[in-house]
C-alpha cells in the first residue's frame, strides 16, 4: 500500500483540517494508489464535538451524527410489524393544546399513492367538516395545441 509521508507541514495541515490516520489510511490512501473509493463507515457515530476532551474542527459543532441508511430499502410489506405506510391527509393536531375539543379533521389512507377509487371517495367528502376540509380539485393539464413542450 501507500505509505504517506509524515512531515511537520503534513500533521500541521492534517491538525487543522482534522484529518485523522484513520482516514488517510482507509479513506486517502486508497484513493491516491488504486483510483478507487475507500472503504468506511456510512456515518459518524462519534461522540457529540461539545462533549469531546479533544480539540475539535469548528463544522464538527454543525454537521449531522449519522445518516440512518437502510441498505436495502425498507419493505412494508414484509417488515409491517414495525413500519406502516399509512399516511395522513389534513392539518396535524396541536397535541399540547388541552382544550382543543373538536381537533381538525385528518384522512387516513393505506398508501402514499391514491388510485382512481381513492381519489373518487376524496372528491365525495361531504358532511360537517366545519370549513376545514373541503374537498377541491385543481387543473394542473395544459391544452393540447401547446404540443409536447407544453408551450
Sequence with gaps: GVRPSFDAPLLDRQQAFG????????????????????????GN?????????KNKPLYNYFKQLFAQVTNPPIDPI????????????????????????????????????????????LRGIEGPT??????QELDITYPRAWGREGV
Design 19 to 42: 484529518t485523522a490516520q484513520e482516514d488517510i489510511k482507509f479513506l486517502l490512501a486508497p484513493m491516491a494508489a488504486n483510483g478507487e473509493e475507500g472503504i468506511g463507515s456510512m
Design 45 to 53: 457515530d462519534s461522540p457529540l464535538a461539545v462533549l469531546s476532551s
Design 78 to 121: 414484509r417488515e409491517n410489524i414495525v413500519m406502516s405506510l399509512n399516511s395522513f391527509i389534513g392539518p396535524k393536531p396541536n397535541l399540547l393544546d388541552i382544550n382543543a375539543i373538536n381537533p381538525p379533521m385528518r384522512l387516513e389512507v393505506s398508501q402514499p399513492i391514491l388510485d382512481f377509487d381513492d381519489m373518487a371517495r
Design 130 to 135: 366545519n370549513g376545514k376540509f373541503k374537498p
